[in-house]
């Protein structure tokens, strides 16, 4: 695991497409944000499992439904 130090205001770049940004930090909190494709997932690590469970439940979705708004990551990619 790599480990750095980062100020407000600083960024990480991981790969070409993903950025991420010291938005804030408050005591021992931290906010970030994160640039990414729209077809990276990104999960909390303590909703990783739940989000797992909930796709193995729904039925498959074709490429004309995710096309239509109808795919699965809306309803956790602000997790």
């Not at 010291?22 to 989000?51: C, F, H, M, S, Y």
């Not at 109808?70 to 309803?75: K, T, Y």
């Amino acid at each position: 695991m790599l480990v750095l130090s980062r100020k407000v205001g600083e960024k990480l770049h991981i790969g070409n497409d993903i950025v991420i940004t010291i938005t804030q930090v408050k005591g021992n909190r931290v906010k970030i944000g994160i640039e990414a494709p729209e077809d990276v997932r990104i999960v909390r690590d303590e909703l990783k499992e739940a989000v797992q469970s909930f796709q193995s439940t729904q039925p498959i979705l074709s490429d004309s439904d995710s096309k239509s708004g109808m795919g699965l990551q809306d309803s956790y990619a602000y997790a």
